[in-house]
């Protein structure tokens, strides 16, 4: 390569960095602009950092699973025992912390699968809208729709052994039609867009069309109804915990968490205010965060 | 040999309301580095026309010839890469054309890799500023989103994605009707430049007649779905034979006496274009024609050719068939 055309391609590539470095830092003012969303971001890296390096943090990490000290049983909040303890005497607080792992885990697991196969079943259905493409993946989303969701999930989970990863997997199937619907909206209208064809008049090819030119324009969206579902799976997984199908005691899940302590209300109210408690402060934070994803890509 | 020859080309949609008659055998043909305007009002079927021979529709009948290559029952994703190379597209609006999440380098770059396989990264960045420095672009727009330019600089750049292929053909689809009149000025001069040096035909579409007068080489008149007249840019505007044409001219508007003089016989402009679902019987001009006969409504007119120091100057109009074949075609 001569000197001059290294000295160019070393100038642009100095440029576009410098843009992308402008873009995230005019994303971020957005994003940063919204004390509610920064509250959610907050509250969200606390509790995965918790969740995290739970054996740390944790005052009793022994007593996340199976540990019975009786003498310590039904104890008020405290402040050895922010949450109290349970019917076990394990502390509350704790298992809290370790609960926000199996949530946590199950957010990631499930969006980590649905995001990306629902948006690629909606844009192959939306860009090849009316061949046979489209009819069997929307068609195949109907039917998985047409099923109440917490159904579904109930059905598969109790046909196959009830344990975390099963419910996983049925959170999984009865969530990607949404994804494709939705993606599938956006790509059978943006594929009537003069850059769409615009692109094709070039000869680009569909899969580039697909992921380069249409894709990028639907990020938003996709990304704001990720953040937001994220709660929903939270909520979901715990529902299905809570009637006995996914994580089994003494799993420091805390939906399980919940269902268990719920037979000692009203006497020990503490045991299931405290997960249910950190459910809700985990969806809050969801909740918010989508508020500030969807400003971020609102004010492009 | 013609880059483009179109013969009787027919588009039809059919909708739930009957079947609309967009283009309804229209012939015209297109030299090697000349300008042809197809003009017409909304509806005339002038847009649908271009997008046949993009390839964004099939013909339903007739012929679309690109150098004695059918092209009209080809449609664009069926194309070999050659012959997307040669016919290129320019849209009206850049607002809509430019994909607004990408920058004008990957705008610009994603035409460059197709056509130009083989370059490297510096050599596709060399090609590309050589390319912006000829539309008149300034290279520091490179890393710019299509919603921080100016609307004349947005169309330059979708002219110039459309130019990197090195297309012979160019369809200009109304360029300058959705851009400021500074902005308009600019794409002209852009469009006339690059023709002159590059010799590439355009088949401009439009209704801007100030456009055609600074572009075309012929004019051809649409008229839902039809060629009403046809002529070299001087005899169109010196000479417009066709009722309507006399109409479209005499609507520009004027400062002067002496402009207006210019101007042909003031033929004011009445009623609106039907629809193309359910033509006109006859000449289809004729419920808005002043001179309108009798065998205008009951009879399409014959194509007269007329002669013209700039070739074949054709129109469509009983007015110019003589009355003794009139009373021949009457009975």
């Given amino acids: 390569m001569k000197a001059e055309d290294f000295q160019l391609s070393e100038e642009i590539i100095r440029k576009e960095r410098e843009m992308r470095r402008e873009s995230i830092k005019r994303a971020w003012y957005r994003f940063s602009r919204s004390k509610l969303s920064m509250t959610g971001l907050i509250i969200l890296l606390a509790i995965i950092i918790s969740a995290l390096f739970a054996e740390y943090i944790a005052p009793y990490p022994s007593h996340a699973g199976l540990y019975i000290n009786f003498r310590d049983a039904y104890q008020p909040p405290s402040l050895r025992h922010l949450m109290g303890t349970d019917m076990y005497g394990r502390d509350v607080f704790s298992r809290v912390i370790f609960g926000y792992r199996y949530a946590l885990m199950m957010v990631g697991m499930v969006l980590s699968i649905v995001v990306p196969v629902g948006t690629v079943l909606g844009l192959l259905a939306g860009y090849y809208r009316g061949r046979w493409i489209e009819h069997l993946i929307m068609r195949l989303a109907d039917i998985f729709v047409s099923v109440p969701p917490l159904v579904l999930a109930l059905s598969i989970c109790s046909i196959l052994e009830p344990n975390v990863f099963n419910a996983m997997l049925a959170v999984t199937l009865m969530w990607w039609p949404w994804y494709t619907r939705m993606v599938y909206s956006l790509a059978s209208s943006l594929r009537n867009e003069p850059y769409v064809w615009a692109a094709k008049a070039l000869g680009v090819r569909d899969i580039n069309i697909m992921f380069r030119e249409l894709l990028p324009n639907m990020l938003g969206p996709i990304l704001t109804k990720a953040t937001l579902d994220a709660s929903w799976v939270v909520l979901i997984g715990a529902a299905i915990s809570f009637l006995g199908l996914g994580a089994q005691p003494p799993t420091p899940d805390l939906g399980t968490m919940i269902s268990e302590y719920s037979a000692y209300l009203p006497q020990y109210w503490w045991m299931s205010l405290g997960p249910a408690s950190a459910l809700a402060l985990l969806i809050l934070a969801f909740n918010f965060l989508g508020d500030g994803i969807r400003d971020v890509f609102a004010g492009e | ?331």
Avoid at chain 2, 64 to 91: A, S
Avoid at chain 2, 112 to 126: D, F, T, W
Avoid at chain 2, 175 to 201: G, M
Avoid at chain 2, 295 to 317: A, D, L, R
């Fill in chain 2, 1 to 331: 040999m013609s880059i483009l020859k179109v013969e009787d080309l027919k588009k039809y949609f059919i909708v739930p309301q009957g079947v609309v008659r967009a283009v309804d055998g229209i012939d015209f043909s297109l030299e090697e580095g000349e300008t042809l305007a197809l003009v017409g009002e909304s509806g005339s079927g002038k847009t649908t026309t271009a997008h046949v021979v993009m390839g964004f529709y099939t013909a339903t009948s007739g012929s679309v010839k690109y150098r004695d290559i059918e092209i009209g029952y080809t449609p664009i994703e069926k194309r070999p890469l050659e012959l997307r190379k040669e016919i290129q597209i320019v849209f009206q609006d850049p607002a809509t054309s430019l994909n607004p999440k990408k920058n004008v380098k990957d705008i610009i770059d994603t035409a460059i890799k197709i056509h130009r396989k083989g370059l490297s990264s510096v050599e596709r960045l060399k090609f590309m500023l050589s390319l912006l420095e000829h539309i008149g672009l300034s290279e520091d727009l490179l890393f710019k989103k299509p919603h921080e330019l100016g609307g004349g600089e947005k169309q330059l750049v979708a002219l110039a994605r459309a130019l990197a292929p090195g297309p012979r053909l160019l369809i200009l689809d109304e360029p300058t009707s959705a851009l400021d009149i500074s902005a308009q000025a600019r794409v002209l001069n852009a469009l006339k430049k690059i023709q002159e040096e590059r010799k590439i035909s355009y088949l401009l579409i439009t209704h801007d007649l100030g456009v055609v007068r600074n572009l075309a080489t012929y004019v051809a008149i649409m008229y839902l779905g039809k060629i009403y007249e046809y002529a070299h840019v001087d005899e169109f505007f010196n000479r417009p034979l066709h009722p309507y044409t006399q109409m479209l001219l005499s609507s520009i508007p004027t400062l002067t006496e002496e402009e207006e003089k210019l101007l042909p016989q003031r033929i004011l402009s009445r009623g609106e274009i039907p629809s193309p679902m359910n033509p006109p019987s006859g000449c289809r001009f004729h419920p808005r024609c002043p001179f309108a006969m009798d065998i205008c409504k009951k009879k399409e007119p014959p194509t007269m050719i007329i002669k013209s120091e700039h070739g074949s100057h054709t129109v469509k109009c009983w007015l110019y068939v003589n009355a003794h074949e009139r009373n021949l075609n009457k009975a």
